[in-house]
């Protein structure tokens, strides 16, 4: 069984910044490819971003060039930076756990966290 924990929502103008982080914890060694999907009222969970354990990464073409994935394998700790915030961007995000590829990454699948709300509202 995985845990994981986000922190780093909140509420940012359009423009703005914010970083994500995801602790995982329990049987985290297993899951070699972590991420991030969002959520936004009356809509489907959606990738954000997910990056294995050698780094490799798949981006949403909503969140590329304006987002940067990353993680600290020694902390079972994956990020999401956050720049120039748009209203759409506006959802529950959540962290995700899983074992395999990031080509899994249009399947919901494998641990999650609870979710943390990013707001951008001006």
């Known amino acids: 069984q995985v845990q994981l924990v986000e922190s780093g929502g909140g509420l940012v103008q359009p423009g703005g910044s914010l970083r994500l982080s995801c602790a995982a914890s329990?049987?985290?060694?297993?899951?070699?490819?972590m991420g991030w999907y969002r959520q936004a009222p009356g809509k489907q969970r959606e990738l954000v971003a997910l990056?294995?354990?050698?780094?490799?990464?798949k981006y949403a073409d909503a969140v590329k060039g304006r987002f940067t994935i990353s993680r600290d394998n020694a902390k079972n700790t994956v990020y999401l930076r956050m720049n120039s915030l748009k209203p759409e961007d506006t959802a529950v995000y959540y962290c995700?756990?899983?074992?395999?590829?990031?080509?899994?990454?249009?399947?919901?699948?494998?641990?999650w966290g609870q979710g943390t709300q990013v707001t951008v509202s001006s």
């Open positions: 995700n756990a899983r074992r395999g590829s990031i080509t899994t990454a249009t399947i919901l699948l494998g641990s």
């Open positions: 329990g049987s985290a060694a297993s899951m070699n490819v």
């Open positions: 990056i294995s354990s050698d780094g490799s990464t």
